[in-house]
Structures are given as structure tokens and as C-alpha cells.
């Protein structure tokens, strides 16, 4: 991919091999992985291919490309399950947002430090393991107790519509293809409460 996008930058813009091949091209593959033509290794190729396409056109350009806003994501403490978040991560990017990923088996303290530094419009957490989910919870007292009122999406095959909504600033991320869409509703000032009575319930 990368000298496919240094040949194309030969005679064509940045902006335009980003907007007109990279981003659609991965919108593509989060539909084929949405179906189920797609799998895990397909996602996470295409995630990279883009990546490193977008650097060679911002390294063109002389800057980065603009996102929209930041978004901070994670999997939860004791879990190394991450093929979730790697999936959310794509499609954020693809979505235009500034991905802060703090990878997989993250401290609650480093979550919530991370949203005090970056200021994300929205969290994500991902658990796999019924022994980890009981560290989201954990994050949203401390987010409010830091005064930091952000939707925390919370995904994963441990944790349940009913689980994530028992929380403050909890709502249930039933599939990774609603992440951007749920980062466009906090970007434009939808609070916890309100976004989780548009995706959940």
C-alpha cells in the first residue's frame, strides 16, 4: 500500500488519495467485516495499510491531517482481548477521529488520566472477560469524581446492555461498526444520558 500511495503521489494530491481511496477503501472493509466476508486479520491489514497511507500524504502535505475530535479508547485491566478495540480503533479513524489508544490490560488510573490530558469528547472500554468488566464501573466513579462527564462506551462479549446501563456515563457498544456514529453524537453535544437513550433501551 505504501508505494501504491507513493506512486499516486506522483500526480495526485494528499487530500485527494486520502478522501477518494484510503477512507473509502477501509469504509468498504468495515461493511465485508460487518457481513461477514470480512474477518479479524482482513481489518486489522486494512487498518494498517491505511495508517501508513495517510502518514505518507501528511508527511506530503508537511502536517497532520485535521480530525475532529479526540476519542480515548482501551481494553479493560487484566484483559488482553483486544480484536474489539482494534476494530473500533479502524473505524474511528475512519470516521475522522483522533484515536488515543491506550492498547489492551489498562490500569483504571491510566484511563482516567488519559481523559484529563487528552479531553476526549467520548471513552471507549472493551472487556472479553467477565473477570475485567468490573473495572468500568470503576472508571465512570472516577471520571465523575474527576469532574470529567463523558460518555463511556463499553463493548465486548462480557458485557451486557443491562450491566453497562447499571453505571453513570455507561452505554452498551453492541457492535464496533456504531462507534463512529456514537463519536459524531458526542461531538455534537449529546451527553451520556442522551446517547444512551438513542442507542440503548
Known sequence: TQRMVADALHDRAPLEIIYGSLLPGMQEVSRLWASGEFFLPQVMLSSDAMIAGIALCEQRMGHTLERKAKVVTHTAEG????IGQVIVNALLRVGGFDVINLGADVAVDDVVDACRVHRPVMVTGTALMTTTMTAFPRIAARLKAAGLNLPFVCGGGAVSEDFVT???????????SQAAAMAEDALNGLDWRQMRAKWNG
Open 166 to 176: 447499571s453505571f453513570e456515563f455507561g452505554i452498551w457498544g453492541k457492535e464496533a
Open 79 to 82: 484483559d488482553i482481548h483486544d
